[in-house]
């Protein structure tokens, strides 16, 4: 299959076009999101839907993350991403396989029909993870475009994903809240340097490979500026698979929970990683590509 999109391969980093759409569905009166709404999204690569859960389905959604935070020994080991230099745990993995209500979530329609619009397809997802950022020791997460690592570490053949980060604590200006460089998601910008073997052992605490370079960065942030998304336990921050971003370290007492969850297109399945020896294990990038069936909101589980 074609590369369009190589990187990791040069020693200069390089603007490359987007060969992708970024809406790639058609909208229409039936669309689960307004005109507006698709439009801010092609245009700026992010999109807030704004306290989209309730405060029940937030109080079960809580409760669950901190019953997953405190009952490691019930998750398989290598979904625990504790912090670099703490036993912090940073990240669960695979939450949407681990967990009842997690899967729940993923399948609701408010999340994923948006996600079947923006995509123009069945969905299914690539990855999802709880992400914790402790009070006081939640570290940063450098720069990047996912579509980056997932193109050349999980063989992500285009752009036609987004993540979807559902707030489980207020995500303040200050405790490290998304930041994202909007428009971004119009340009592939290449990296330098190549992918080291087993490279996600280290990437997820720390990612040091794949990262853009600090020329580039500053000439999308000079051209397009940064947005900081905050909101309220409930709120959705969704982002298109190739918009910049990243986040800075957390030294308040406050935790910046979230829900994410990568939505990938089903015709955008996995092949061979583009530029790495072998494929990043399933619990990072699922390879037995089940499409999302709709099912019961969030809550319709405590009737069952
Ligand atoms: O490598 C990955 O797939 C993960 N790393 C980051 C920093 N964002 C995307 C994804 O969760
Ligand atoms: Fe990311």
Request: charged share 20%.
């Amino acid at each position: 299959m074609k590369d369009l999109y190589p990187s990791r391969q040069e020693a200069n980093a390089r603007l490359l076009p987007r060969t992708d759409p970024v809406v790639h569905g058609a909208w229409t009166p039936d669309a689960p999101i307004t005109q507006e709404q698709a439009a801010q999204f092609d245009a700026d690569g992010y999109l807030v839907l704004d306290q989209l859960f309730g405060p029940e389905a937030l109080a079960l959604l809580q409760a669950e993350a901190h019953t997953l935070l405190n009952t490691p020994g019930a998750l398989a080991p290598e979904t625990i991403i504790t912090e670099p230099d703490s036993r912090d745990v940073r990240s669960i993995f695979q939450v949407h396989d681990q967990s009842a209500v997690m899967a729940r979530l993923a399948a609701d329609d408010r999340l994923a029909e948006v996600a079947r619009f923006l995509l123009g397809d069945e969905v299914y997802i690539h990855q999802s993870r709880l992400n914790y950022k402790p009070g006081f020791k939640g570290k940063e997460f450098y720069w990047h475009s996912d579509f980056e690592t997932w193109h050349v570490e999980d063989g992500m053949p285009r752009m036609r994903a987004l993540s979807m980060s559902v707030l489980l604590a207020p995500n303040t200006a200050n405790n490290g809240p998304l930041m994202l460089i909007p428009g971004s998601h119009r340009v592939f910008l290449t990296c330098v340097g190549e992918t080291p073997e087993d490279h996600y052992l280290s990437s997820l605490k720390k990612q040091e490979y794949g990262v853009p370079d600090e020329e580039s960065l500053t000439q999308m942030v000079r051209e397009h500026g940064i947005v900081a998304p905050t909101g309220e336990p409930g709120t959705v921050v969704i982002f298109d698979c190739n918009t910049m971003h990243g986040s800075n370290g957390n030294i308040t007492p406050l935790p910046r929970a979230n829900a994410f969850f990568v939505y990938n297109a089903l015709s955008n399945a996995l092949v061979r990683p583009f530029g790495a020896a072998k494929p990043r294990p399933p619990f990072i990038a699922a390879r037995d590509v089940r499409p999302l069936l709709k099912s019961p909101g969030l809550l319709q589980e405590r009737a069952a």
